[in-house]
């Protein structure tokens, strides 16, 4: 502060050097010392010159005055009291300062409060983790995405998927696979031939591939999915709904029985169910794909017993065929040894007595439907 | 259990370990220095709020009422510029009381014409009973400059009751 200098302590260098000689007062110094002889902070030979001095000097003592009218006045101001509502509130003060600076000191808490807090929390963490965390959906977080996979269509209750070309390659020779390319090749109500040389009446393929427009065939999922996939596509996993009876049969003379065999089944109200007629010659066999009354389904299976052994099936289809009507393939090939064998169909189904066949009994040989692996 | 265990027991739970007479010293330090009751009740609020915390780690009474002055100095010199000086603003609604037939009118003068070194060492010295060593200590300052302040504010204060007598 200005005009203000450090004053050294007068008391400690009167007790630590005594005066001899006396010292005489002027009137500023006298002054000076009035505010410590009011208070008795002088030593008492200060105190007996400045007793000798005041009556000599009236300025002295009115400023001596007027330091004892401040002292007392100022003492007086330390006798105010407050009362003990006031006290209370203000032991009792916190601030926020005040509040967050106790709470918060992390290490003034007690050691047990501290680590069980800490484990406390440690738990909340381990529950809050185990319980946000899908557990269920996390291996198809770090399963890397298959690039050669697209889904075309998301049909609820069947999962519709497309292969690339070399999965499906791949998958010819795969039983699973043969089944599928049989239900992708009845999308059309035939089923595919293969062959060396396209027979002479086998209608355009543009046409055989187009899905039947009759009322007996119905859009399956599965055909949805082989039309928007194009070629080299196969169902994933399509759920059956329906079934279709696959009959093969080895007879001495084809031509005979093949004509014979499309009268009676015409008879029974059989009509085709694929693009080609009933009884088309494929090489050396015949081909029939038709729906009868199912009313006269086991006067077709005896009918046909009669040209010799039937191997037939009742397999699980996705398409549904409307109610009183069922569906049947059949193959009638030259008895083996015989020219123009088509396929080597060398195992025999049991027959029920009933005339139909189980569905579990096996499937069909490979060259009896329509060499699927061909596809 | 010793005073001082017991001390540090109190500051860990956080009990509150200012005394009476240290509440006492600061609401009167900041009703006769703010002259405002509304601004003093505030500023003792936070400053006793400060000083449980700090007392905590103080054994000694004399460094106990060293923190005193510097809470109520330090509080002070924030507030200083919201002050209207030789104003009075009280009602002793909050609950404080003066001497009987007690003038507050030299007071206000000596509050008026006091710099703020003279009305902070009459306050100290008188209002809080602290010595001229706790006081210096605590206001960074030698002893002898403490007593001149004091010295020098005692004359002021004897000169404003003649004038307001």
């Known amino acids: 502060m200005s005009g203000e200098m450090d004053v050294p302590d007068d008391r400690e260098a009167s007790t630590s050097k005594p005066l001899r000689l006396k010292r005489k007062l002027t009137p500023f110094l006298c002054q000076e010392l009035l505010y410590e002889y009011a208070v008795g902070a002088l030593d008492p030979q200060r105190t007996a010159d400045i007793d000798e001095y005041l009556p000599s000097d009236r300025a002295s003592q009115d400023a001596l005055e007027t330091i004892r009218r401040g002292l007392d006045y100022s003492e007086r101001l330390a006798a105010s009291e407050i009362s003990p509502e006031l006290m209370a509130r203000l032991t009792g003060s916190e601030n926020v300062g005040s509040i967050t600076r106790r709470y918060a000191d992390w290490y003034e808490w007690p050691k047990t409060v501290r680590w069980s807090f800490a484990a406390l929390a440690l738990s909340l963490l381990i529950s809050g983790v185990a319980a946000v965390v899908p557990w269920g959906k996390l291996p198809s977080f770090f399963k890397k995405a298959d690039s050669n996979t697209v889904v075309l269509v998301d049909i609820p209750g069947t999962t519709v998927a497309t292969q690339d070309s070399e999965t499906a390659k791949g998958a010819d020779a795969a039983a699973d696979d043969e089944a599928q390319a049989a239900a992708e090749m009845e999308t059309s109500g035939d089923e595919h031939i293969t062959g060396d040389e396209p027979a002479a009446d086998l209608p355009p393929p543009a046409v055989a591939s187009r899905p039947t427009a009759g009322p007996a065939v119905e859009p399956s999922p599965a055909l949805a999915a082989t039309e928007a996939g194009g070629a080299g596509s196969a169902p994933k996993e399509v759920r059956p709904k329906g079934f279709v009876y696959r009959a093969f049969m080895n007879v001495a003379n084809v031509g005979e029985v093949t004509s014979d065999v499309v009268q009676q089944l015409e008879s029974f109200g059989g009509e085709k169910a694929g693009e080609v007629p009933l009884g088309w010659r494929r090489g050396a066999g015949s081909y029939f794909h038709f729906t009868v009354p199912e009313s006269n389904e086991n006067k077709t299976l005896e009918m046909l017993r009669t040209y010799g052994p039937v191997r037939i099936s009742k397999d699980p289809h996705p398409r549904l065929m409307p109610a009183g009507q069922v569906r049947f393939i059949l193959w009638i090939e030259p008895q083996a040894g015989s020219e123009g064998t088509v396929g080597g169909a060398d195992r025999e189904l049991p027959v029920d007595s009933d005339g139909a066949a189980s569905g579990a009994a096996g499937e069909l040989p490979a060259g009896s439907d329509g060499a699927a692996g061909g596809q | ?165």
């Open chain 2, 1 to 165: 259990m010793s005073v001082r265990a017991f001390r540090e027991l109190c500051g860990r739970w956080g009990i509150a370990v200012i005394t009476e007479r240290q509440i006492r010293s600061v609401a009167l330090f900041f009703f006769f220095a703010y002259l405002d009751e509304k601004a003093a009740l505030r500023a003792m609020d936070t400053t006793v709020a400060a000083l449980k915390s700090r007392l905590r780690a103080i054994d000694d009474p004399s460094e106990a009422r060293v923190a005193v002055i510097e809470a109520c100095a330090g509080q002070f010199n924030r507030d200083k510029k919201r002050i209207a000086r030789g104003k009075l603003a009280l009602t002793f609604e909050s609950g404080w009381s003066l001497p009987d037939h007690f003038e507050l009118a030299p007071w206000a003068r000596f509050h008026k014409d006091a710099s703020d070194e003279e009305l902070l060492a009459l306050l100290f010295a008188r209002v809080l009973g602290s010595g001229e060593t706790e006081i210096a200590r605590a206001l960074g300052i030698s002893e002898g400059t403490a007593r001149y302040r004091v010295g020098r504010a005692i004359r002021r204060m004897g000169a404003a009751n003649k004038l307001a007598l």
